[in-house]
């Protein structure tokens, strides 16, 4: 695949988007499309602070080739040639963890988790859980014990004990923001991350229990059920990639979520500036001021 700046002019506006060659699996056509869409003119120049459409073109463009240049970089992996398994071995493994085990590396989780671990007492890794849970979840979605059973298969993959992914857990709902908030930071030096407009959607998920509780609570499912459920809801960039979530009670309206949701994103991840997109559900609302 190939990726390279494309524009459009219509009723004396520019758009700029990225256009990605590729070949479709199915026909083995060769064919394009639209990756990420970038803004039209007005709005670049002010984001850039430049006065000119040359200049934005000129932005874009080096912004494409770090992008093309990032996506080529190679995963390398290093083997110790004693640890090799033997010829007639008939063990597999999976090596396929390492890839979002590299991005994970990339977004610097190693001192999230350091930063975390000297705020809290605790004594289990919790890197070492955070990478599992994630890689796993990406692999083969599962419980936390089968998520355990599945990377025996990972190779050479550190394997936690059950009870301290447990532990782990409280630690990682009461850090959720400061990790999403570091990760959101750590991103925009891999990739583009464009904040100005955001987009808000919910679901929710039931439970097959008879009584509700304090945050399993009844209310509108979306598969129609009569179980208490739990809500969820996510913010995203223009791109689609995620920058912050929120869990709340089955039986609360949509728009609470979205509010508070946007008070953690001006508060903690420092934006003041962008505009919201959502369904009728919730609401559109524009903010006043911009950052970075």
């Given at each position: 695949?190939?990726?390279?700046?494309?524009?459009?002019?219509?009723?004396?506006?520019?758009?700029?988007?990225?256009?990605?060659?590729?070949?479709?699996?199915?026909?083995?056509?060769?064919?394009?499309?639209?990756?990420?869409?970038?803004?039209?003119?007005?709005?670049?120049?002010?984001?850039?602070?430049?006065?000119?459409?040359?200049?934005?073109?000129?932005?874009?463009?080096?912004?494409?080739?770090?992008?093309?240049?990032?996506?080529?970089?190679?995963?390398?992996?290093?083997?110790?040639?004693?640890?090799?398994?033997?010829?007639?071995?008939?063990?597999?493994?999976?090596?396929?963890?390492?890839?979002?085990?590299?991005?994970?590396?990339?977004?610097?989780?190693?001192?999230?988790?350091?930063?975390?671990?000297?705020?809290?007492?605790?004594?289990?890794?919790?890197?070492?859980?955070m990478r599992l849970l994630v890689?796993?979840?990406?692999?083969?979605?599962?419980?936390?014990?089968?998520?355990?059973?599945?990377?025996?298969?990972?190779?050479?993959?550190?394997?936690?004990?059950?009870?301290?992914?447990?532990?782990?857990?409280?630690?990682?709902?009461?850090?959720?923001?400061?990790?999403?908030?570091?990760?959101?930071?750590?991103?925009?030096?891999?990739?583009?991350?464009d904040s100005a407009i955001l987009?808000?959607?919910?679901?929710?998920?039931?439970?097959?229990?008879?009584?509700?509780?304090?945050?399993?609570?009844?209310?509108?499912?979306?598969?129609?059920?009569?179980?208490?459920?739990?809500?969820?809801?996510l913010f995203t960039d223009r791109?689609?990639?995620?920058?912050?979530?929120?869990?709340?009670?089955?039986?609360?309206?949509?728009?609470?979520?979205?509010?508070?949701?946007?008070?953690?994103?001006?508060?903690?991840?420092?934006?003041?500036?962008?505009?919201?997109?959502?369904?009728?559900?919730?609401?559109?609302?524009?903010?006043?001021?911009?950052?970075?």
């Open positions: 695949m190939s990726i390279r700046l494309h524009s459009t002019s219509s009723k004396g506006s520019v758009c700029y988007y990225i256009k990605e060659d590729y070949t479709n699996p199915l026909t083995k056509k060769r064919t394009t499309r639209n990756r990420q869409s970038l803004g039209n003119l007005s709005s670049l120049m002010e984001k850039y602070s430049v006065s000119s459409r040359e200049e934005v073109e000129s932005i874009l463009k080096m912004e494409i080739e770090a992008m093309r240049k990032a996506e080529k970089k190679l995963i390398t992996l290093d083997f110790d040639s004693s640890a090799l398994l033997p010829l007639d071995s008939v063990s597999s493994f999976n090596v396929g963890y390492l890839f979002p085990w590299k991005i994970l590396s990339m977004l610097g989780i190693s001192a999230i988790c350091r930063s975390i671990a000297q705020r809290n007492n605790f004594k289990f890794d919790l890197e070492e859980i890689c796993a979840r990406i692999i083969a979605p599962g419980s936390k014990k089968g998520t355990l059973d599945t990377a025996r298969s990972f190779y050479r993959c550190p394997l936690p004990n059950l009870h301290d992914v447990y532990r782990a857990l409280p630690v990682l709902a009461q850090e959720r923001y400061f990790i999403e908030k570091e990760i959101y930071k750590n991103s925009q030096k891999i990739c583009t991350r987009f808000y959607d919910c679901t929710n998920f039931y439970f097959e229990i008879e009584e509700d509780d304090d945050f399993r609570r009844y209310g509108k499912s979306k598969e129609n059920r009569p179980n208490p459920i739990a809500q969820y809801g791109g689609g990639i995620p920058i912050a979530d929120i869990c709340f009670e089955g039986n609360r309206n949509e728009s609470f979520s979205m509010r508070e949701l946007e008070k953690t994103l001006e508060k903690d991840f420092g934006f003041s500036r962008f505009i919201v997109c959502a369904d009728a559900a919730c609401r559109c609302q524009v903010k006043n001021v911009q950052i970075r």
